[in-house]
């Protein structure tokens, strides 16, 4: 019984997302690769525009500086979930608070200075083509030195 219910799950969830892919013509998980190619390959100002508009005008600058003081974009790469552990978070752009419906993609890299890099990517879910709410960089911190790299590095990023 419980292999049904688990394999009606699974039927539910890929039909929602194959009927959504449907509707818009575009899914989420094309708009999130796009965005991961546009900084793989360092054109910020393209990843930027897939950003809801209010916030696609602060967007290139920090994906830039993000991209100058982190580097390792061209490394990123899905990962089913972040790492448990304290982190320093620097979301683009700063979330305003409002409730709305997302799809989340999670990835991680290897900064140039041979540190970790976690990212959240999370696009709007409302039925139209889906765009960028949000990209959270998380920086491990679960010592005093890998504090200060992130404290440091979000510093650069925010200048």
Known sequence: MRFN???LAALALFTSTVSHAAATGVSPERV???FVEALQHQR???AAAMFVPEATQNAERTLTRAGDSLGGFATLHPVATLPDGKSVK???PAHE???QKFV???YASTASDGQPVFYELNLTADGKPPKVLSFGLHLP???APSTKRANQLVSAINR
């Open 90 to 92: 620097l979301e683009v």
């Open 32 to 34: 999130a690769g796009q």
């Open 97 to 99: 608070g409002a409730a």
């Open 141 to 143: 911190a679960t010592d």
């Open 44 to 46: 910020f100002k393209e």
């Open 5 to 7: 219910i688990i394999s």
């Open 104 to 106: 989340q993609f999670r």
